[in-house]
């Protein structure tokens, strides 16, 4: 039986030799550094072959599971998306149709999915899951669509889409010749930031939410006008849909300021279920209507404030919150199937978790444990399912009674791969910063690892700044560290998992307090003895390149460094990125006070950088625009300190999505810091 889509006979290692074209060739005899790994190790050769699961749902009787698996398209560099389904117990795992996100009908009779179709890009499929199994392309839309649900009777599917919208200003323009070919006319922009929030305020369009038959037809706009919808949830009597938008005033703070409404299918009437100076988000009904939850949190100046999950009656009445001591933000409700709680998924401290609170506000954690457990769906038996992942196991998908809950693994799919393989291996640490923080971090070591030895030490550093490094399994540590090298990842204070209090420690302080407990951490890993000091090594992209530029002006402790998809300039950053959310970092904007973006920008510091510094940033980023690598490059250029540009074709914002350019960011990651080593060794350098 086949269980996964066939490899293409073209070889990983053979490609492995056209993707990277070096401007230097080198050398090198240093210990551990730029040595070749053994084959028993997982390297970036096995990469072609590697596959993820996702978004497992259980059909209504509990006895199914589907599920997207995806791979990559080696030929085509990209990677691709199949449905597949098993039985709940794991038997019978097979291929069912390509595409993504497929939902149930509420009988169980037919499936919803994306799939490519006509005209083109992606559209809304149907598959009947009869021994016939007919399928029938739904929507023929010029827009992709998101977010689908079937209605409560299974005759109607919901869903949300951009539509676009042009600025009228009309002028008086003479009519062109006939046969002219006048310059296309321009875009006019003036109703909606430009390239504001990804939740909906783009710079042509907003999105809205629609209604098509299940057996196909004309799809139906049901809401108009200024809305920025994101989610379409069916209220249970199938006559209204609760959705989330941001508000559309001008207001400081709106882009985190939203609240959930009610959209009547048949008028097209919206209300407001909520209205507070905060943002409210997540509308889950409970099975029988009564209840909405939801999250959400009063209004802050806070860089970081964890949500709580609210209760209210269904027409946005009595509200109560339920998990306002969690000081965690849960995510992925879903209703108990009796009704008489809500169970949700948690982030703490590099984990997540199972949780459930009972309508009373009682809340227990229903599993533990160091892994990355995301439930996506629960059954009528209790019967829940989702994928998990651990620092030595993949992602696959699990299922438990969470009324006893012993997680079973019900796939495999990187067995083929991991066989024979001797893995990395990660130990956590915690370890005291400045002001007594204590930081949470963790150590990956090379299978085999020798504390008597002298290992070259990464420093790798996550972006957000708002966001948390895990213990899933991670495919480029892995890479990383069969060549050789100890490599650190730590959650430094901002780092989102460990309450509002830590995630809020770096408002008006990012990223100097960031550089302390990085530091410290390196300090602490040096500590232990196996850690070659004239090898150390720093990299990181988004707010991870912010804090390497950072780095290399305060410290030339490193031997190199990579600052990926960097901020360098807090000023210039203000009015080119489309997340207009950094504006939380500083009191004042630039224009009223630039003294702070400019104290706080790594530009300020080129100066004193003597560490060699390579920057790599996708071409069409937006979030960290190419000019603030270019801004950096250029100074160190001045500066005489070594560095090269690397700019990634066919990337947003990050430069490893599409498959070819993952294997590039590895390879000259290494190649970089191999080029610089202290002391100097016998490296022998040529020029091509």
Same mark, same amino acid.
């Given at each position: 039986m086949l269980l996964r889509p066939p490899r293409s006979a073209f070889s990983p290692r053979a490609l492995l030799l056209a993707l990277l074209t070096p401007t230097f060739v080198w050398s090198s005899s240093a210990s551990g550094q730029s040595a070749t790994p053994p084959k028993d190790r997982l390297t970036i050769a096995d990469y072609f072959n590697w596959e993820d699961v996702a978004a497992p749902a259980l059909s209504p009787d509990g006895k199914q599971i589907l599920y997207t698996r995806t791979w990559t398209d080696q030929l085509n560099d990209r990677r691709e998306s199949s449905v597949w389904i098993m039985n709940a117990d794991g038997t019978k795992n097979r291929f069912l149709v390509k595409g993504s996100n497929a939902k149930w009908s509420p009988e169980g009779s037919r499936i919803a999915f994306i799939a490519n179709g006509e005209p083109s890009g992606q559209q809304i499929w149907v598959r009947y899951m009869d021994a016939e199994g007919a399928t029938t392309q739904i929507t023929r839309l010029t827009e992709s669509p998101g977010d689908v649900e079937w209605s409560p009777d299974g005759t109607t599917l919901a869903f949300g889409m951009l539509v676009r919208q042009n600025d009228e200003w009309r002028i008086a323009m003479p009519a062109a010749p006939k046969g002219a070919k006048w310059t296309e006319p321009p875009r006019v922009v003036?109703?909606?930031?430009?390239?504001?929030?990804?939740?909906?305020?783009?710079?042509?369009?907003?999105?809205?939410?629609?209604? @098509?038959?299940?057996?196909?037809?004309?799809?139906?706009?049901?809401?108009?006008?200024?809305?920025? /919808?994101?989610?379409?949830?069916?209220?249970? !009597?199938?006559?209204?849909?609760?959705?989330? $938008?941001?508000? *559309?005033?001008?207001?400081e703070y709106a882009w985190r300021e939203s609240d959930i409404y009610k959209v009547d299918i048949a008028s097209g009437d919206i209300t407001a279920l909520t209205k507070r100076k905060g943002p409210d988000n997540n509308p889950v009904p409970s099975p029988d209507g009564k209840y909405i939850a939801y999250t959400g949190y009063d209004s802050t100046d806070a860089t970081w404030k964890d949500a709580a999950m609210y209760i209210m009656d269904a027409n946005g009445g009595n509200v109560r919150v339920l998990t306002e001591k969690l000081d965690r933000s849960p995510s992925g409700m879903m209703w108990s199937p009796d009704g008489l709680g809500v169970y949700f998924n948690v982030e703490n401290e590099g984990s997540r978790n199972l949780y459930h609170v009972s309508l009373k506000g009682d809340v227990r954690?229903? *599993?533990? =444990?160091?892994? *990355?457990?995301?439930?996506?769906?629960?059954?009528? /038996?209790?019967?829940?399912?989702?994928?998990?992942?651990? $620092?030595?196991?993949?992602?696959?998908?699990?299922?438990?009674?969470?009324?006893?809950? @012993?997680?079973?693994?019900?796939?495999? @799919?990187?067995? !083929?791969?991991?066989?024979?393989?001797?893995?990395?291996?990660?130990?956590?640490?915690?370890?005291?910063?400045?002001? =007594?923080?204590?930081?949470?971090?963790?150590?990956?070591?090379?299978?085999?690892?020798?504390?008597?030895?002298?290992?070259?030490?990464?420093?790798?550093?996550?972006?957000?700044?708002?966001?948390?490094?895990?213990?899933?399994?991670?495919?480029?540590?892995?890479?990383?560290?069969?060549?050789?090298?100890?490599?650190?990842?730590?959650?430094?204070?901002?780092?989102?998992?460990? #309450?509002?209090?830590?995630?809020?420690?770096?408002?008006?302080?990012?990223? #100097?307090?960031?550089?302390?407990?990085?530091?410290?951490?390196?300090?602490?890993?040096? =500590?232990?003895?196996?850690? !070659?000091?004239?090898?150390?090594?720093?990299?990181?992209?988004?707010? #991870?390149?912010?804090?390497?530029?950072?780095? @290399?002006?305060?410290?030339?402790?490193?031997?190199?460094?990579?600052?990926?998809?960097?901020?360098?300039?807090?000023?210039?950053?203000?009015?080119?990125?489309?997340?207009?959310?950094?504006?939380?970092?500083?009191?004042?904007?630039?224009?009223?006070?630039?003294?702070?973006?400019?104290?706080?920008?790594?530009?300020?510091?080129? =100066?004193?950088?003597?560490t060699p510094t390579m920057l790599m940033t996708g071409v069409n980023d937006l979030r960290t625009p190419m000019a603030q690598t270019e801004e950096y490059y250029e100074a160190l250029k001045i500066r005489k300190v070594p560095t090269a540009m690397v700019r990634f074709n066919n990337e947003w914002h990050g430069t490893s999505s599409t498959p070819s350019n993952f294997l590039r960011t590895q390879l000259y990651l290494r190649s970089w810091f191999d080029k610089y080593q202290r002391p100097p060794s016998a490296a022998k350098v040529t020029q091509e």
């Open positions: 003036s109703k909606v930031k430009y390239r504001a929030d990804r939740q909906g305020f783009l710079e042509n369009g907003l999105r809205q939410l629609f209604t @098509v038959p299940a057996d196909g037809g004309t799809p139906r706009q049901i809401t108009t006008g200024d809305w920025a /919808s994101n989610g379409t949830t069916w209220m249970p !009597d199938g006559k209204a849909l609760l959705f989330t $938008s941001l508000r *559309t005033e001008d207001s954690q229903v *599993t533990k =444990g160091a892994q *990355t457990l995301t439930v996506s769906d629960i059954g009528k /038996s209790f019967l829940a399912v989702g994928v998990n992942s651990t $620092s030595m196991k993949p992602t696959d998908i699990v299922a438990f009674d969470v009324r006893t809950p @012993v997680l079973k693994q019900l796939t495999d @799919v990187n067995a !083929d791969v991991l066989a024979g393989k001797k893995l990395a291996t990660t130990e956590e640490v915690w370890y005291t910063s400045v002001d =007594g923080m204590r930081i949470q971090g963790w150590i990956v070591k090379p299978a085999d690892f020798d504390p008597s030895k002298k290992y070259p030490l990464m420093l790798e550093i996550h972006g957000g700044p708002h966001s948390m490094y895990n213990v899933a399994f991670n495919f480029s540590r892995q890479d990383h560290v069969a060549h050789g090298y100890v490599l650190l990842y730590t959650n430094p204070r901002g780092s989102t998992g460990y #309450g509002s209090a830590f995630g809020n420690a770096i408002k008006n302080a990012y990223p #100097g307090k960031d550089y302390d407990d990085l530091m410290a951490g390196v300090d602490t890993v040096i =500590g232990r003895g196996y850690v !070659d000091t004239n090898r150390l090594y720093v990299f990181g992209c988004s707010g #991870g390149g912010v804090l390497t530029s950072w780095i @290399v002006g305060h410290t030339d402790r490193f031997s190199a460094a990579s600052a990926n998809c960097p901020v360098t300039n807090w000023i210039s950053f203000v009015g080119t990125t489309d997340g207009s959310n950094w504006y939380y970092n500083f009191a004042k904007y630039p224009w009223d006070d630039p003294s702070e973006h400019l104290r706080r920008s790594p530009l300020m510091y080129v =100066g004193n950088v003597k």
